[in-house]
């Protein structure tokens, strides 16, 4: 074995000694290590570092390697909990508060979902979309009835479909991508919409085949397009079979 691999076997067992500069005569630190050999300050300071970085992820064998990743690399748990924040942030926008739909309505509640989700609204009568959550009417007006839903790109997750409970008068909803939608959205679409939705797109989501067979009980639906979904993994057969159960809607499925 060769001198420096042998150095670089024991690199880990280190000593520091005083290196004496004798135009100085200042000391700075030197290493020796388990062969002998001093290295230079800048040297024995790389070897210390190392040292205490093998130390830092040796230890606690029994610790999960996220643990070691968090006490070796502090981005790590900065990036963790970030992530944490948002997926909660999420879940808060998506929250159903079923004492205010029996208060003010499924129409009124499933606006605001929308609007704080990052989607927009029109209501039946009006041409006009509004993504302002201030913009809408008054909380106990229940004149307002919801048509029409732009969800494309925004935060919707499948547990806030369950605001459409009671809804009668949607009749077209678009949600392209939307990365958090995923099955359960689909089952709830089934749940509340199936006697009044004509028109329902999505793409580049989390649904599955399983999803979409909850779909195939739309009896009102027309117009149906899912288009890339990595969840799906044979489209064609699935619109062929789509298109059987739902004789009088166009469906598209890519």
Not at 113 to 120: D, E, M, P
């Amino acid at each position: 074995m060769s001198a420096s691999m042998k150095r670089i076997l024991c690199c880990s067992r280190i000593s520091v000694l005083p290196l004496h500069n004798s135009k100085t005569g200042n000391c700075a630190a030197s290493t020796k290590d388990a062969l002998g050999s001093t290295h230079s300050p800048s040297c024995a300071l790389f070897l210390q570092q190392r040292q205490l970085h093998n130390k830092q992820f040796s230890a606690g064998t029994a610790s999960t390697l996220v643990d070691r990743r968090r006490t070796c690399y502090p981005d790590f748990e900065v990036g963790h909990q970030k992530r944490l924040f948002f997926s909660w942030f999420r879940r808060g926008l998506n929250a159903v508060d079923n004492t205010r739909i029996k208060d003010f309505g499924p129409d009124r509640c499933s606006a605001e979902w929308i609007i704080k989700t990052g989607g927009k609204i029109r209501w039946a009568g009006t041409t006009r979309f509004e993504d302002n959550y201030n913009s809408l009417p008054p909380e106990q007006d229940r004149s307002y009835k919801l048509e029409e839903i732009n969800a494309d790109n925004s935060e919707i997750m499948g547990m806030g479909f369950a605001n459409f409970r009671g809804i009668k008068n949607l009749k077209k909803l678009m949600m392209n991508n939307c990365k958090y939608l995923d099955d359960e959205g689909m089952f709830y679409l089934e749940e509340h919409t199936s006697d009044c939705l004509e028109h329902l797109e999505f793409s580049h989501c989390k649904v599955t085949e399983a999803g979409l067979q909850h779909l195939t009980h739309l009896r009102k639906l027309k117009v149906l397009k899912a288009h890339h979904l990595s969840g799906v993994k044979n489209p064609e057969d699935i619109e062929k079979n789509m298109q059987s159960a739902l004789p009088s809607c166009d469906v598209s499925i890519k």
